[in-house]
């Protein structure tokens, strides 16, 4: 086979970047080694920052978002039973939607299917060679059969244990790592939102975030130990915890019901450098890994895609190099700003197992002044919405 670009990886950002270079005529192979169905099993991220609801209209894929999704003005903030809210659009000029990943992930694979994408499901033993060189090609196995395609580019977007950024040799990537000492657990219920504004909770029993995933879709997580599992937490357990982090007045409107998905995610932050090497360029999970606390995972894998599809394109239409030649360099100045936003939101709302009474005094004199200073709150606002590309 041959295409110009191959994609490794079926999720958002590789269906991202496929869809928005099909539009510009560029020939894409994306390899999924998972089935479509276990792809949109996942249940990940729903707030979306003003770049990525960009990119999803570029690509022609925002027409259900557009209408189904839940415009976000602003969040709330708590701790010690009270609350203020922080103003997006007062801040900013904009605001955040709310709109499942996994709802754009469908909306993807619809519109690559609609338009004859070339997809190929369950691959294994995915090899990219001879990245460094002008004649890069990709071997995997598929139904028993070794496959290869011939192509210019590859665009490594399978994530944290995918095969791209392992192909780039140790002597030349770095890796910079944080692990959390806690995870969230986190439940889906088929319950109205507690609030309209999602609530985000520092209280001394840990972190927790009301969220949702539309009127009757709601997602709430608690800060959890490492150790424990799902099974360790009934859904009775859950409810009452998160009524015991959240303040009192939301506590108690709180509707519950049957957790319909319920999972604990560890917390780590993570970067590789570069993301470029030769022919080869890492986007999302393959390169970084944030905390999920401000909202900045596929929004970050975004961001990627917008300044990768920008430099291919450079190179197919202009015959210049110059975007993709700075790829890595224009995509790591805006992570390390994601990583800095979700490290801190991470450090201000979570109890961490070693933090002494000093620490505890300083997390709340930092939330005070948030909640007291307007620059600040524009500060967050700007982080949050999303910084431009």
Not at 341 to 370: G, Y
């Amino acid at each position: 086979m041959r295409a110009q670009v191959v994609i490794i990886g079926g999720g958002p950002s590789g269906l991202l970047l496929s869809q928005l270079l099909l539009r510009r005529g560029i020939d894409t192979v994306v390899l999924e080694r998972k089935t479509r169905d276990y792809v949109l099993g996942r249940i990940r991220a729903g707030v979306l920052e003003t770049g990525m609801v960009s990119l999803m209209r570029e690509a022609g894929i925002a027409d259900r978002m557009d209408r189904e999704g839940i415009i976000h003005e602003s969040t709330v903030l708590s701790f010690d039973d009270q609350e203020f809210s922080i103003n997006f659009t007062e801040h900013t000029g904009t605001h955040v939607m709310i709109y499942g990943q996994t709802e754009v992930t469908r909306d993807l694979y619809d519109a690559r299917e609609a338009a004859g994408g070339r997809i190929i499901y369950n691959v294994e033993n995915v090899v990219i060679n001879d990245a460094d060189t002008d004649k890069p090609f990709v071997t995997f196995d598929v139904g028993g059969a070794t496959q290869q395609i011939d192509c210019d580019f590859v665009a490594g977007c399978d994530g944290f244990h995918g095969v791209s950024r392992r192909t780039i040799p140790h002597g030349v990537r770095r890796e910079y790592e944080k692990v959390y000492p806690f995870g969230w657990l986190g439940i889906l219920s088929e319950t109205p939102p507690v609030n309209d504004e999602l609530i985000y909770a520092n209280s001394a029993r840990g972190f927790a975030l009301c969220s949702m995933r539309n009127a009757n879709l709601s997602r709430y997580y608690v800060q959890c130990q490492l150790e424990d599992t799902p099974d360790d937490w009934s859904d009775q357990r859950f409810w009452d915890e998160l009524r015991s982090r959240i303040p009192e007045k939301y506590a108690d409107t709180l509707i519950t019901g049957p957790s319909i998905e319920k999972s604990i995610a560890p917390l780590r932050s993570f970067v590789t450098e570069p993301m470029r090497w030769g022919r080869l360029f890492l986007c999302g999970d393959a390169a970084h890994i944030v905390p999920p606390t401000g909202a900045k995972g596929l929004n970050t894998a975004a961001s990627d895609v917008h300044y990768l599809y920008h430099g291919l394109m450079q190179y197919y239409e202009e015959a210049d190099p110059e975007g993709i030649d700075r790829y890595s360099e224009r995509a790591l100045a805006r992570v390390w700003k994601a990583e800095r936003f979700s490290w801190w939101m991470t450090t201000l709302l979570h109890r961490f197992p070693d933090q002494t009474a000093f620490d505890l005094k300083i997390q709340r004199a930092d939330l005070e002044f948030l909640r007291a200073n307007r620059e600040a709150q524009s500060v967050l606002a700007q982080n949050y919405v999303g910084l431009p590309y």
